[in-house]
């Protein structure tokens, strides 16, 4: 309301203004008028008669300036050689003749007083000829200042009125057009976050329907990302409690124990337990932060073939460990390729080390990487005992474990994966080995963009 009413109050100085001079050109028509026709009146009358010139002042002449506030009237009529026939000897005079009989107006004084005058040429017929007689008539300012207040101040109310019609018309414009506002706004602030239903309906205006949408697909980011806490709280929460149980039954054994050699041990049961527990929160973070999506990603170009090399080298010593050959096959010396590396290298980390844990000693592990068909293809072959088809779907579950007796799984590895992998808009797939051979093939293929 302010910056509507306060632009069109700016305007009323500018409008009084502008009327003011519109009411006073016109108040001096009326005037100027009146004196013109006053004095073509008397102008009329006048007549030579035996070379003597007579000007009778008619009385209509003069009842052209009768009013409630009649002004003082003036007026002289000069013959050929100026010489005064009738009226005021000292009325107005103009500061020049007049050009032909085009009547001439003029301001003047009168006693002291302001007066508005008009002089006419008058032809006069005579023994000697034709020469011009003059007609002057004036009057005060009287009417012609109370006309000019009359038509500004009506003008002045005019404008008042007129903006504030304009400021209630405003309000009740804009009151009608924010209940709808008012009203999407109440529907926002009732809105159940469990049972959430959409703002944008049939019932919305259509101006307000972008808005609606806005917030519907903002709710449902937002609620997504509060389900992501949420289920990372409740999984780390019921994931941790146990280890720390563990840890700290550990850690009470060794206090206990009196001997150096068993209080050693305990100490190395607890480094096992912290690693364990170390590996589990990073899979927690590296599980959160795929759920948040490729659009949440903050991706850079990367080399794939360099990523997939440093993971493997920190699992060799773990492939050493085990007794497996790691092997890793690619024709390629660089991959470019746009992504997260920390989540590619999870995805590398957790499918190595699924294949390492199960494959017997003595086994293998081949890690391929192409490219082609507008794709990149990662596959992960092991000589294990395989995942029956019945359960290829579940391994990806978050904390289910087909051997629940290795103590060293988190059930979470094969959930990162999958994550990480739709963070990359790629796919995985499980099966057997293209060989014919015992283990499993695991096949991720990542689409790559123009």
């Given amino acids: 309301m302010l910056r509507l009413g306060v632009p069109l109050a700016a305007l009323v100085p500018f409008n009084v203004g502008t009327t003011y001079l519109d009411a006073r050109s016109t108040a001096d028509l009326v005037q100027d008028r009146t004196l013109t026709a006053s004095a073509r009146v008397i102008a009329e009358r006048i007549q030579s008669i035996d070379d003597v010139i007579e000007a009778p002042i008619p009385p209509a002449a003069l009842e052209m300036f009768v009013s409630d506030e009649p002004d003082r009237v003036v007026y002289r009529v000069l013959d050929p050689d100026g010489d005064l026939i009738t009226g005021y000897a000292d009325g107005p005079m103009p500061p020049t003749p007049p050009k032909g009989l085009a009547p001439m107006h003029f301001d003047g004084m009168f006693q002291g007083r302001p007066v508005r005058a008009v002089a006419l040429a008058q032809p006069i017929v005579s023994a000697a000829g034709t020469r011009n007689g003059l007609v002057v008539v004036g009057s005060t300012l009287r009417n012609h200042d109370r006309l000019v207040s009359e038509l500004w101040l009506k003008a002045l109310r005019d404008q008042v009125l007129l903006?504030?019609?304009?400021?209630?018309?405003?309000?009740?414009?804009?009151?009608?057009?924010?209940?709808?506002?008012?009203?999407?706004?109440?529907?926002?602030?009732?809105?159940?976050?469990?049972?959430?239903?959409?703002?944008?309906?049939?019932?919305?205006?259509?101006?307000?329907?972008?808005?609606?949408?806005?917030?519907?697909?903002?709710?449902?980011?937002?609620?997504?990302?509060?389900?992501?806490?949420?289920?990372?709280?409740?999984?780390?929460?019921?994931?941790?409690?146990?280890?720390?149980?563990?840890?700290?039954?550990?850690?009470?054994?060794?206090?206990?124990?009196?001997?150096?050699?068993?209080?050693?041990?305990?100490?190395?049961?607890?480094?096992?337990?912290?690693?364990?527990?170390?590996?589990?929160?990073?899979?927690?973070?590296?599980?959160?932060r795929a759920e948040r999506g490729t659009d949440?990603?903050?991706?850079?170009?990367?080399?794939?073939?360099?990523?997939?090399?440093?993971?493997?080298?920190?699992?060799?010593?773990?492939?050493?460990?085990?007794?497996?050959?790691?092997?890793?096959e690619t024709e390629a010396t660089a991959l470019p390729f746009v992504g997260h590396e920390t989540l590619l290298g999870e995805i590398v980390v957790n499918l190595v080390e699924n294949a390492l844990r199960h494959a017997p000693e003595g086994g293998e592990v081949v890690v391929r990487l192409t490219s082609g068909d507008g794709a990149i293809e990662l596959t992960v072959e092991d000589t294990g005992p395989g995942i029956p088809e019945a359960e290829r779907e579940q391994v990806f579950e978050r904390f289910h474990r087909l051997d629940r007796s290795d103590p060293s799984g988190t059930g979470l590895g094969l959930s990162v994966v999958r994550e990480a992998i739709a963070a990359h808009d790629g796919t995985i797939a499980l099966g057997p080995r293209a060989d014919g051979r015992s283990g499993l093939r695991v096949m991720v293929r990542f689409p790559v963009s123009a």
């Fill in 296 to 328: 949440a990603l903050r991706k850079a170009p990367l080399d794939l073939v360099a990523v997939l090399r440093g993971r493997l080298d920190d699992l060799a010593p773990l492939a050493l460990e085990r007794g497996v050959d790691l092997a890793f």
């Fill in 163 to 288: 903006v504030a019609a304009a400021c209630v018309l405003a309000v009740y414009g804009l009151t009608r057009g924010l209940a709808r506002l008012t009203r999407l706004r109440d529907r926002v602030l009732a809105r159940d976050p469990e049972r959430p239903d959409r703002l944008a309906d049939e019932a919305l205006p259509n101006e307000l329907r972008p808005l609606a949408t806005a917030l519907d697909d903002a709710f449902v980011r937002i609620e997504g990302d509060v389900a992501i806490q949420r289920r990372f709280v409740a999984n780390a929460a019921h994931q941790l409690r146990t280890p720390l149980t563990i840890l700290k039954t550990q850690a009470n054994v060794g206090l206990a124990e009196a001997s150096p050699e068993a209080a050693r041990e305990a100490l190395r049961a607890v480094d096992r337990s912290v690693g364990a527990m170390n590996r589990l929160v990073n899979q927690l973070l590296s599980l959160a």
